[in-house]
C-alpha cells in the first residue's frame, strides 16, 4: 500500500467526524473560510507524517503564513490542501476534497486527490476512467466581467473546488480547466503531478509544468489542456 492509500484510508476511518464539523466555520483574514474538518484532516496528516514521514516538512494551507521559511529545491516535503473548498464543504456541498503532494529530496514521489462525499479518489500509479468531454471548467474566481469574455461554443462549469476541478480535466470530463488569477502550491500540485501521469498537457505560468516543486512563495496561474 502506497504512502498515499495509508493516508486515505487513516481520513477515511474519520470521515464522519470531519463532516460533522461543517457548521463550523470562521471566517480567515483573507475572507475564506476555515473549520475544524480543515484542521483535523491537518492533524490526521501531521500525525502520519510524524510516524512515516519524519524527515518531511508538512507545507499546509492552514499552517500559513510561512514567513522566514527557506525553501530546498532538494528537500523533502508533503504539500497539504485539508480540504479544497472549504466554501463548498462549510455551505453543505459535496464537492471538496484532499489534496497531497510528497516530495522526497526534491523528486515527485506521489500525489493523491481525494473527494471524499463524492466516494471518488486519484493515486499515483493507480489507474483511472478516462472521459471525451467539451467541457471548460472555470475557477469561481473569475469576476462578472471575466465569465463576460468568455468565448461561446463551449459547455462551461464553475464548481468552487480546485481538486474537483482539476481531477475532472486529469479524467477528461472536462477538456480543460484554468486558473487564470493565481492559486497556492497546495491547489494544484497534486492535480498537476496527477495530469502529467495521465499524459494531460499541464502549464504553470505559461510554461510547460515538469514536475517541480513548487512553494507557498507566490500565486501560480494553472492550465490543464486534453
Same mark, same amino acid.
Given at each position: ?21 461543517? !457548521? ?12 475544524? =474538518?480543515?484542521?483535523? /484532516? ?15 516538512? $508538512?507545507?499546509?494551507?492552514? $499552517? #500559513?503564513?510561512?514567513?522566514?521559511? %527557506?525553501? @530546498?529545491? @532538494? =528537500?523533502?516535503?508533503? /504539500? *497539504? ?9 462549510? !455551505? ?16 515527485? #514521489? ?6 471524499? %462525499? ?13 472521459? %471525451? ?22 459547455? +462551461? ?7 474537483? @476541478? ?5 479524467? =477528461? !470530463? ?22 502529467? %501521469?495521465?499524459?494531460? @498537457? #499541464? +502549464?504553470? &505560468? =505559461?510554461?510547460?509544468? &515538469?514536475?517541480? *516543486? ?13
Amino acid at each position: 500500500m502506497s504512502i498515499c492509500q495509508k493516508l486515505v484510508t487513516e481520513i477515511k476511518e474519520q470521515l464522519e467526524l470531519i463532516v460533522s464539523f461543517k !457548521s463550523t466555520k470562521v471566517k480567515k483574514s483573507d475572507d475564506s473560510f476555515v473549520s475544524k =474538518g480543515d484542521l483535523l /484532516v491537518q492533524e490526521i496528516v501531521l500525525d502520519f507524517c510524524s510516524r512515516y514521514l519524519p524527515e518531511h516538512t $508538512l507545507i499546509s494551507e492552514e $499552517l #500559513a503564513p510561512f514567513e522566514g521559511y %527557506e525553501w @530546498n529545491l @532538494n =528537500g523533502s516535503y508533503v /504539500v *497539504l490542501d485539508p480540504i479544497d473548498g472549504t466554501e463548498n464543504f462549510v !455551505s453543505g456541498l459535496r464537492e471538496w476534497g484532499v489534496g497531497i503532494s510528497i516530495y522526497t529530496k526534491g523528486l515527485h #514521489a506521489e500525489s493523491c486527490i481525494y473527494l471524499p %462525499e463524492l466516494d471518488e479518489v486519484a493515486i499515483s500509479g493507480q489507474p483511472l476512467e478516462k472521459f %471525451e468531454s467539451r467541457i471548460h471548467g472555470l475557477s469561481s474566481s473569475l469576476t462578472k466581467e471575466d465569465l463576460s469574455k468568455l468565448p461561446e461554443g463551449f459547455e +462551461y462549469r464553475i464548481i468552487g473546488c480546485s481538486m474537483y @476541478n482539476m481531477l475532472n480535466a486529469v479524467k =477528461g !470530463s472536462y477538456s480543460r480547466f484554468e486558473n487564470v488569477k493565481g492559486v497556492s502550491c497546495w491547489d494544484i500540485l497534486p492535480g498537476l503531478n496527477l495530469a502529467l %501521469e495521465h499524459g494531460v @498537457n #499541464a +502549464y504553470v &505560468n =505559461g510554461e510547460r509544468y &515538469n514536475g517541480q *516543486l513548487l512553494f507557498p512563495t507566490q500565486k501560480y496561474k494553472i492550465l490543464l489542456e486534453a
